[in-house]
């Protein structure tokens, strides 16, 4: 029951569409554990009725001279996208470890484009319930509009919106947006925070608007060009520490999750050190690290790694709308400080240093200009982050209570963030019931196991934890 047969697919959507390469592709994948076990019609029927209410995920890619186009499926078949799968365990391997085993494998295995480019894999019995592995394209969404859309389909969740009918005028969907979130306040602020360069930035970002001017010309190029001697900043950040971790991947994934920590006392720690709860956790995610690089061998001291930060340039109350609305920020992560106390002030410091930053939405416009060009050229534009980080790294806050779906309790939940260009890491940040947890996804060749920096963040927390109580309380 499509309500749109084709659009012009945004120009964000569209560089992530073409950021797939031979060792990392740009899907987000996810896991339900579910409370009991899912009946596998049930959840074609639940997928059928509520997902299938956003036209994404009935419309497949197909691209063209000038980017790519959302067109309805017209053999559209729910079983091709709601799948049954089995693990299969080794000799001496837990549930645990065959569900993640089957998850790196499946984050390496391309969606089918033929088709909307999503699946769900149901794994009818996991640790006396089931599993549910879900893959979305990061073309489709982002991060906060893919949770909008889980909460959606979720027992009790809300339909989205009524979608309006987009006009001609509307161009590629994201004129207006761009222009109201991007080009306005790179016009009339970061001007004068960038001086010069900034003019130059706000010029590129405004042609962003009228793609109808930049196809087929050589202004593509001049365009493109120009943003990339405006975002100089990014481009002469410090190449990160050299570590184990950063180097050429194999294209083979390895993906590792912990027990949830207690938010309440990520909570009471951060009030009581006058910091956020990022601030927490981001050092121990550094600690983590650190105290990884420290058991194989490796000396940290002194040593700091750069990751690739989401920052959300949009409403909440518009996540329903799907899409890539996000900016990119390079947070250094101080691997090599022991003390953690020290160590969650340095990162405080840091993260207040992001603050007010506008790079970002100099991130969102280099990624919409690279939507505009060939891929060799929007390959060569990406490497600009890549080059500079060793991780991407994103935090999504979750319902603060339990799910139910289909009528069993979502008792667990975890998803992992692609990595672009060459990166290898990638660490996400979930609340959810009452609880945060860390994921990791990794490349074999640089970490054949995660889960050994993953069972790190535990006793980094209680470490930092208990330091926090011997300190004078007043």
């Known amino acids: 029951m499509p309500s749109i047969a084709s659009e012009r697919m945004s120009r964000v959507d ?77 000799k001496g391997q837990s549930e645990r470890e065959a569900l993640q085993a089957l998850c790196g494998k499946l984050a390496t295995q391309p969606l089918d484009p033929a088709r909307p480019l999503w699946q769900f894999h149901l794994i009818e019995r996991y640790e006396g319930g089931s599993a549910l592995i879900v893959r979305i394209h990061h073309c489709i969404g982002d991060g906060i509009a893919l949770i909008s859309v889980a909460l959606s389909i979720t027992d009790g969740g809300d339909d989205p919106p009524p979608r ?68 100089a900043a990014l481009a002469l950040m410090p190449d990160d520490s050299p570590t184990r971790l950063k180097g050429m991947p194999e294209g083979h994934k390895r993906v590792a999750w912990n027990e949830p920590l207690p938010l309440d006392a990520v909570k009471a720690m951060g009030k009581g050190l006058h910091c956020s709860i990022n601030d927490v956790l981001l050092s121990c995610v550094a ?87 060939i891929k060799p050229v929007q390959d060569a534009i990406l490497n600009l982050f890549a080059k ?28 992992w963030v692609p990595a672009s260009g060459h990166i290898g890491v990638g660490v996400s940040v979930l609340s959810y019931a009452g609880g945060v947890q860390f994921g990791l996804i990794t490349d074999a060749r640089l970490c054949p196991d995660p889960q050994a920096i993953i069972d790190r963040f535990q006793p980094e927390f209680d470490k930092l934890l208990l330091v926090t109580l011997m300190l004078p309380w007043n």
């Open 287 to 373: 600690g983590a690290i650190g105290q990884y690089l420290r058991d194989r061998g490796d000396d940290p001291q002194g040593q700091e790694i750069r990751a690739m930060v989401p920052v959300n340039l949009r409403p909440l109350d518009q996540a329903w709308q799907l899409g890539n609305k996000f900016g990119l920020a390079p947070l250094v992560l101080p691997i090599g400080i022991e003390n953690p106390i020290e160590r969650v002030y340095a990162v405080r410091q840091r993260m207040n240093e992001m603050k007010g930053s506008y790079q970002p939405l100099l991130a969102f416009a280099v990624l919409a200009i690279a939507g505009l060009m």
């Open 14 to 90: 569209t560089a992530w569409l073409r950021m797939d390469n031979e060792v990392n592709l740009m899907m987000i994948v996810g896991v339900w554990l579910l409370q009991p076990g899912l009946d596998y019609e049930k959840l074609c029927e639940r997928v059928a009725c509520k997902l299938l209410r956003y036209d994404r995920f009935q419309q497949k890619v197909v691209q063209d001279a000038v980017g790519a186009q959302w067109v309805h499926d017209d053999a559209f078949d729910i079983h091709h996208h709601v799948v049954r799968d089995k693990i299969v365990r080794r």
């Open 164 to 231: 309006r009918t987009r006009s001609k005028s509307d161009g590629a969907g994201d004129g207006d947006w761009l222009s109201g979130s991007v080009i306005q306040p790179l016009t009339e602020i970061a001007v004068k925070a960038l001086g010069m360069t900034g003019k130059g930035v706000a010029r590129s970002v405004e042609a962003l608007s009228q793609p109808q001017q930049l196809f087929g010309s050589v202004e593509m190029a001049r365009a493109g060009y120009q943003v990339l001697g405006d975002v």
């Open 388 to 415: 500079k980080a060793t991780a991407v790294m994103t935090n999504v806050p979750g319902p603060a209570r339990p799910l139910k779906f289909c009528g069993s309790t979502i008792r667990q939940t975890m998803f």
